[in-house]
């Protein structure tokens, strides 16, 4: 029985997972984007995460522990460089997880995880989402009632106009103060 293991162990022994794992978080932090298996992301998620928390201070103790994790100077210098700065201001939840159905060959859950801040697609959709409201409102009618809005307002506009081209120009145009 499993009572209070709170690691996954994947299936592979101690060396192998912590290899596996730093060699997924290494991949996570330099391409910002991976794809893996489901059980791997949710092992992975608990594995960098805390690495990224500690990313945020760059002093030599930090990178000499994310180091010990990860044994990436590249990586290490990427996520002190790179991703520390820019989730300084968010308090945690730097990955999401995005899944993409079943592997073909042996049909394991498949997912993308990525760094929430990265993802510039997400981030745009999200700044550009319009205000919804809770009516039950048909688009149909709505459109239907701002084109016929829009109709009345350009007739209205341009009646003045066509008034002032019906006039003669040898007559002087009558305003409404000199009739009687």
């Not at 103790?61 to 994790?69: E, L």
């Not at 959709?125 to 307002?153: D, F, L, Y």
């Not at 019906?166 to 002087?172: I, L, N, Q």
């Amino acid at each position: 029985m499993r009572h209070l293991n709170a690691i996954n162990p994947l299936g592979r022994k101690s060396a192998d997972r912590k290899a596996m794992l730093a060699n997924l978080a290494s991949s996570l932090i330099l391409h910002k984007r991976i794809t893996t298996t489901t059980a791997k992301a949710r092992a992975l998620r608990t594995y960098v995460e805390p690495l990224i928390t500690r990313s945020k201070d760059d002093s030599t103790h930090s990178r000499r522990v994310v180091f010990s994790y990860l044994e990436n100077k590249n990586a290490v210098a990427e996520l002190f460089r790179e991703v520390g700065p820019k989730v300084a201001d968010r308090p945690g939840g730097y990955t999401r997880i995005l899944k993409t159905g079943t592997r073909l060959g042996d049909a394991a859950e498949m997912c993308i995880i990525e760094l929430v801040d990265y993802n510039e697609n997400m981030l745009a959709s999200e700044g550009a989402k319009a205000k919804s409201t809770r009516r039950r409102r048909s688009p149909k009618k709505k459109a239907a009632e701002t084109a016929t809005a829009a109709v009345h307002e350009t007739a209205a506009a341009s009646e003045p106009e066509t008034a002032e081209k019906t006039a003669s120009p040898d007559e002087p145009a009558e305003s409404a103060d000199t009739k009687e």
